[in-house]
């Protein structure tokens, strides 16, 4: 996590210069508004994952003699089969377009988001505590 830190702090200040720069140059209030906040959410980022690195294990990635079968196993639990990030892809576009053809779409997206927000969020927790 060091190596990613670091590759989003340098990243941080490269977008600064340029927003700098691009704020001088060209005079356009919304193009350098949003350089400098791409700025704030790489550093946000860039410290981040140097602050939890800190805190981590030394992982692969940080090593010069690693391999990379050093870096394998498990990554984590996916679920494979769950259906709530499509409703809620489809709940939240038509949220957004209800900013393009009416409030009143809102009003019948919103329930569908909430609902499968509410579900992907519970989707293991069926029954008496279970956690699958």
């Given at each position: 996590?060091?190596?990613?830190?670091?590759?989003?702090?340098?990243?941080?200040?490269?977008i600064l210069v340029m927003?700098?720069?691009?704020?001088?140059?060209?005079?356009?209030?919304?193009?350098?508004?949003?350089?400098?906040?791409?700025?704030?959410?790489?550093?946000?980022?860039?410290?981040?994952?140097?602050?939890?690195?800190?805190?981590?294990?030394?992982?692969?990635?940080?090593?010069?003699?690693?391999?990379?079968?050093?870096?394998?196993?498990?990554?984590?639990?996916?679920?494979?089969?769950?259906?709530?990030?499509?409703?809620?892809?489809?709940?939240?576009?038509?949220?957004?377009?209800?900013?393009?053809?009416?409030?009143?779409?809102?009003?019948?997206?919103?329930?569908?988001?909430?609902?499968?927000?509410?579900?992907?969020?519970?989707?293991?927790?069926?029954?008496?505590?279970?956690?699958?």
């Amino acid at each position: 996590m060091k190596v990613q830190g670091k590759m989003f702090i340098w990243l941080a200040v490269f977008i600064l210069v340029m927003a700098i720069v691009y704020g001088a140059w060209s005079k356009e209030a919304t193009g350098t508004t949003a350089l400098f906040m791409a700025f704030g959410l790489s550093l946000m980022i860039g410290f981040y994952l140097a602050f939890t690195a800190r805190r981590v294990d030394t992982g692969a990635q940080d090593r010069a003699d690693a391999d990379v079968a050093d870096d394998a196993g498990e990554l984590g639990f996916f679920s494979p089969h769950s259906w709530a990030p499509l409703a809620l892809g489809i709940g939240g576009a038509l949220v957004f377009c209800a900013v393009i053809f009416g409030w009143w779409l809102a009003y019948f997206s919103a329930p569908l988001v909430l609902f499968a927000l509410w579900t992907w969020v519970f989707e293991y927790y069926r029954g008496e505590n279970r956690t699958q």
